[in-house]
């Protein structure tokens, strides 16, 4: 398998622009999560599903923040609008069937800078 | 909320130490707690998962222990090596159904 894939891998964007992040987690894994890393406030649970449906979203910071999964294989972070304090690294991460008991998969993660 | 804490931040040794991280929590109700080593631009890998029950895991040169009770764990890495250099972050899985990350540590091996 070839793990968790995210794209894009960078996302340079100007203040109140859009942004879409990516993520397609290991086939057959029914838990998917989504986190933000920063220098000040490290590695940070923002919403995870289960099955496809977003079961905890009580990380997501504002309602500037959106997550899909669609199916299976196939997850979106929308921003929108964009600020600069959402500058910052964005792992997928995903899980076999349960949140907190296996290993977490992670994604290269996403560089996003908002100018 | 659970607090993770990794202490120290950053540290540097020279090849062939062996040498031991280490990693604090305040809530002992844990499910598990797994340790994950992140390079530079890169996602995390995980290298260790000790589930509540148990006292340590062992991968090769790594050895990883956990007592609940004091709320804390250590990773120890064997005869550190410079590819071992990476940032070294633990994560604590309990109540809320979600990892706790700690802010990690940052290891140099040098030649």
């Known amino acids: 398998d070839a793990g968790v894939i995210q794209s894009p891998r960078h996302e340079v964007t100007e203040m109140g622009q859009e942004v879409t992040l990516r993520c397609k987690p290991i086939s057959g894994h029914d838990y998917l999560f989504w986190y933000r890393q920063t220098m000040m406030r490290g590695l940070e649970l923002l919403i995870y599903f289960n099955n496809n449906v977003p079961i905890d979203d009580s990380g997501m910071p504002e309602d500037r923040f959106s997550a899909k999964m669609p199916n299976a294989s196939f997850s979106t972070l929308k921003i929108q609008p964009s600020e600069p304090r959402d500058s910052a690294v964005y792992f997928c991460?995903?899980?076999?069937?349960?949140?907190?008991?296996?290993?977490?998969?992670f994604g290269s993660g996403t560089q996003l800078s908002v100018l | 909320k659970q607090e993770v804490t990794q202490i120290p931040a950053a540290l540097s040794v020279p090849e062939g130490e062996n040498l031991v991280l280490n990693c604090s929590f305040t809530d002992s109700a844990i499910y598990n707690l797994q340790w994950f080593r992140q390079d530079p631009g890169k996602g995390l890998t995980s290298l260790l998962l000790i589930q509540s029950s148990q006292r340590e895991q062992t991968s090769g040169r790594l050895n990883a222990s956990l007592d609940k009770s004091s709320g804390r764990s250590t990773l120890y890495i064997a005869a550190s090596q410079p590819g071992d250099s990476a940032t070294y972050l633990c994560?604590?899985?309990?109540?809320?159904?979600?990892?706790?990350f700690g802010t990690g540590t940052s290891l140099t091996v040098i030649p």
């Open positions: 991460a995903s899980s076999l069937n349960s949140p907190t008991n296996e290993k977490l998969f």
């Open positions: 994560a604590v899985g309990g109540g809320g159904n979600q990892f706790y």
